[in-house]
């Protein structure tokens, strides 16, 4: 089982465009959540989806937007790239009873936006 | 609100000594509390929780609801167990589903 796998490892988008970030998540499992990781903090919410929905969000704009796949893997875009989401992006993936079970994470997508 | 505090950026101890890394919580409800781990150049991965009153790797940790706390503990501090250390909170929403929300962490540095 390869776990979580994210892509691209890395990114470089100039302000103003838009990126697609791609998460397929550890076998058995079907939410799947994102975070975005600032440098020297720790990983902020953003949303999570389970059956092709968004369940959950984080205090994150509309800029931020995802998909979830039938097969549960999901798709975070974010559009009007600005400096300031310059981070590292997590995927983390769990089951539906996954509050108490824990997330599996991916290694992360880190964009740099010049 | 949900709201987890990790008061200290940056602990460092010598091997062999006692180590203790604090986490406080703000949350109305019953929460999962967790502690993560991100080693150099590996991804986040979960260490413990709270709902299984496990030792994994010599840490253990206690929820203490009065205080609000989930402080994460090892009596003998290892070299190997030098990394970067988050707590995380877990809590059912009411429009379904489940938030975890992340500390700020704390990097733990155990000297030789």
């Known amino acids: 089982d390869a776990g979580v796998t994210q892509s691209p490892t890395h990114l470089i988008k100039t302000r103003g465009q838009q990126v697609t970030l791609r998460c397929s998540p550890k076998?058995?499992?079907?939410?799947v959540s994102w975070y975005q990781q600032a440098l020297g903090q720790g990983p902020q919410f953003i949303f999570q989806?389970?059956?092709?929905?968004?369940?959950q969000r984080g205090n994150f704009p509309d800029r931020f937007s995802g998909h979830q796949f039938p097969n549960y893997s999901s798709e975070l875009n974010v559009n009007a790239l600005l400096l300031g989401d310059s981070a590292l992006y997590l995927c983390?993936?769990?089951?539906?009873?996954?509050?108490?079970?824990?997330?599996?994470f991916g290694s992360g997508t880190r964009l740099t936006v010049v | 609100a949900q709201r987890v505090t990790q008061p200290e950026k940056l602990l460092s101890v010598f091997k062999g000594a006692p180590v203790e890394l604090k986490c406080n919580y703000s949350?109305?409800?019953?929460?999962?509390l967790f502690w993560y781990v991100q080693y150099s150049r590996q991804r986040l991965q979960l260490l413990l929780r709270?709902?299984s009153r496990e030792s994994i790797k010599g840490f253990t940790a206690d929820l203490n609801k009065g205080e609000t706390s989930f402080h994460l503990k090892k009596p003998f501090a290892q070299e190997e167990d030098s990394a970067m250390y988050y707590c995380?909170?877990?809590?059912?929403?009411?429009?379904?589903?489940?938030?975890?929300?992340f500390g700020a962490g704390t990097r733990l540095f155990v000297k030789a």
């Open positions: 983390a993936s769990s089951q539906t009873t996954g509050v108490v079970y824990g997330y599996t």
């Open positions: 076998s058995g499992h079907d939410t």
């Open positions: 989806y389970y059956e092709e929905e968004e369940r």
């Open positions: 949350y109305s409800g019953s929460p999962e």
């Open positions: 709270h709902i």
């Open positions: 995380a909170l877990s809590g059912e929403a009411q429009t379904g589903g489940f938030k975890t929300i």
